[in-house]
């Protein structure tokens, strides 16, 4: 793949800006506590502004990477961002973070379009999976050099001397640093995308295109109509939704349903990142039954795997299980975002990978939500049902839950060649 240089010079980039994208949220957090110390709420906002922009930043993403430049896209994109995150530090304002979270998630959704539009001109039908998976690893791979980078910036900032330029702004604000680091990341991005080579992609020039609000809605049209497309969404649905769920209900189910503590917890999520790297791998392996069916086996796993866990309360298992998790989890998406791709025309392949990002922070959210809902309501005792021994408390009933939709999602998955 590093062979290709348009490929090389995009993961790259991308790694770099990643990277930056992981110290920027610990930055937004820890900015956020700082600048409310007294609203436990304020970090739960940042969270919630980030997700307001999928509703509608994305389809304008999506119709802009068809009838625009791709690569200028990003590229604008990318200066935006810096600009924005650059500014962060000079307003110390909780408004005003929630607004430039608000911005830079807004243009990363306008990125992410054009990015995924761009890949199949990029690669080969053939190596695309490949491609996803190191373009997803990079999006990972910066996690664990990300938090000891942010909290040596933010040492930085704390030893800052008050004599220097900006020195009791940047030493009152410890996570000035953290975000002028994550705005050069995105200079670092642009410049690496600068130097590909790229066909515009999208509408051919010249054409008559519709209307703009109308082509907001071709992406998620264009997927509805075809068996294999409406299959791999729900695909790309029932697996975020589990992650989710997982994610919400994670540390309960660490700290009330297993019996451990923090540290176990973050032995769990590393797990499970583990067995994302192996399912970089795995994806790599070319079934003779078709892609289609290794994303219905995914699910079926993921689904599987968190039944299990709603029924065993063993740490050790609970590692274990993190593991596959992670290694589904990461097939399932690599394989139906490569197939989304591959299927997708050029020319209104934008506006279907909008589609599929909007589909994947919903489902996040929808799964981390309803996670978080079935616990609530779950009695305190747990469920008790008659003339069975098995007593699932509410993290349990949550990921039950989870795993028998993921399963069920299995089901919608077809094969291209059923396609009339």
Do not use: C
């Not at 790694?15 to 600048?35: K, R």
């Not at 650059?86 to 408004?95: D, H, K, Y």
């Not at 075809?226 to 029932?238: E, N």
């Not at 039954?289 to 609970?318: N, P, Y």
Request: glycine content about 12%; proline content about 6%.
């Amino acid at each position: 793949m590093f062979a290709v240089p348009n490929f090389r010079r995009l993961f790259w980039g991308q790694a770099i800006s990643a990277l930056g994208d992981w110290v920027g949220t610990f930055a937004f957090i820890v900015a956020a506590q700082q600048l409310a110390p007294d609203q436990p709420v304020a970090v739960g906002g940042i969270l919630v502004i980030r997700l307001i922009p999928s509703f509608f930043a994305t389809p304008i993403g999506g119709v802009l990477s068809d009838r625009w430049d791709r690569k200028r896209i990003m590229i604008a994109s990318d200066i935006a961002r810096f600009a924005v995150i650059l500014a962060v530090p000079f307003v110390p304002r909780l408004g005003a973070l929630y607004g430039f979270a608000f911005a830079v998630e807004a243009l990363s959704l306008v990125f992410l379009p054009a990015r995924d539009a761009s890949l199949p001109n990029i690669v080969a039908t053939e190596r695309l999976e490949a491609a996803n998976a190191l373009i997803m690893g990079s999006s990972f791979g910066g996690i664990p050099l990300s938090a000891p980078i942010f909290a040596g910036l933010a040492w930085a900032g704390m030893h800052y001397p008050a004599w220097l330029p900006m020195g009791r702004p940047i030493r009152a604000h410890t996570f000035a640093f953290a975000f002028v680091f994550d705005a050069f990341t995105y200079l670092a991005s642009a410049a690496a995308i600068w130097r590909m080579q790229l066909p515009r992609g999208g509408v051919p020039a010249g054409a008559a295109p519709e209307p703009f609000w109308e082509s907001m809605t071709d992406g998620v049209r264009y997927m509805a109509r075809r068996s294999f497309m409406r299959g791999l969404a729900i695909a790309v649905a029932a697996g975020l939704l589990g992650g989710g769920v997982l994610f919400a209900v994670g540390v309960g189910y660490v700290s009330e349903t297993l019996g451990g503590s923090s540290v176990e917890f973050g032995w769990l999520m590393g797990l499970f990142g583990a067995g994302m790297v192996l399912g970089f791998l795995a994806s790599q392996v070319r079934s003779p039954r078709g892609a289609a069916w290794m994303i219905r086996g995914a699910l079926v796993g993921m689904g599987a795997v968190l039944t299990f866990m709603s029924v065993v309360s063993v740490l050790w298992i609970g590692y274990v299980l993190a593991i596959a998790f992670g290694l589904a989890f990461s097939v399932a998406i690599i394989l139906a975002m490569s197939a989304v791709q591959a299927h997708a025309p050029d020319e209104v392949r934008g506006r279907v990978m909008a589609a599929v990002h909007m589909l994947v922070r919903v489902s996040l959210s929808v799964g981390a939500l309803g996670g978080g809902a079935i616990a609530s309501v779950v009695p305190e005792r747990g469920l008790r049902p008659p003339l069975v021994p098995y007593h699932p408390d509410k993290n349990q009933v949550a990921l039950a839950v989870a795993g028998a939709l993921i399963a069920a999602g299995s089901l919608a998955v077809r094969a291209p060649e059923s396609e009339a």
